[in-house]
């Protein structure tokens, strides 16, 4: 098998796994309303720390059209387009922007510096919580202020952990060079 062969196969099978990850994460929940907190963030930031901007963004894709076609993978183990549009909507497509911009953290040289990481981490969740808060607040036609309260204020510190876990973890696997090589 030549080796581009072998590097591209080696991305497909990080790109499927990570996708399977944030699927399985929607069973780590704490149901607190209309949002629950799950895993899910965690393995989103990963994926795109791990797999770079375009990959990680094929990871959430990967995600979201398996809920789509009724694999019970979206948080508390639903399925459907329902879900997707529902109240949730906008964080379940927010994903695919946070991936992207998690992924832009990483060198040119594929190093992931903790400061660039982090900072991209930090932009990313905020694009996540502009999107899921203003779709959040049209489909349940609440105030600004409600949808801040319910969709935003109770995940801040558990997202800001998630961040740079997600961010130690990538840096671990990166010096142990178990990740797929970017082009």
């Not at 959430?60 to 019970?72: D, E, K, Q, R």
């Not at 991936?99 to 990483?106: N, P, S």
Request: glycine share 14%; with cysteine.
């Amino acid at each position: 098998m030549p080796k581009d062969s072998l590097h591209d196969l080696h991305q497909l099978v990080w790109t499927a796994l990570l996708a399977a990850t944030i699927g399985a994460g929607a069973y780590l929940i704490v149901p607190i309303g209309p949002v629950p907190v799950s895993m899910q963030p965690f393995f989103v930031f990963l994926a795109g720390y791990v797999l770079g901007p375009r990959r990680g963004a094929m990871a959430v894709a990967l995600y979201l059209l398996a809920g789509t076609i009724g694999l019970p993978v979206f948080a508390g183990g639903r399925s459907g387009l329902g879900h997707l549009f529902g109240p949730t909507g906008g964080y379940l497509f927010g994903w695919l922007v946070t991936a992207w911009l998690c992924g832009l953290g990483r060198d040119r040289d594929g190093g992931l510096p903790w400061v660039r990481g982090g900072a991209f981490g930090l932009a990313a969740l905020l694009t996540l919580y502009g999107m899921g808060a203003a779709w959040l607040k049209f489909a349940l036609a609440m105030s600004w202020h409600k949808a801040w309260l319910v969709g935003i204020a109770p995940f801040i510190p558990w997202d800001a952990v998630k961040i740079v876990a997600a961010l130690a973890c990538a840096r671990y696997l990166t010096r142990l060079r178990l990740l797929p090589g970017r082009r």
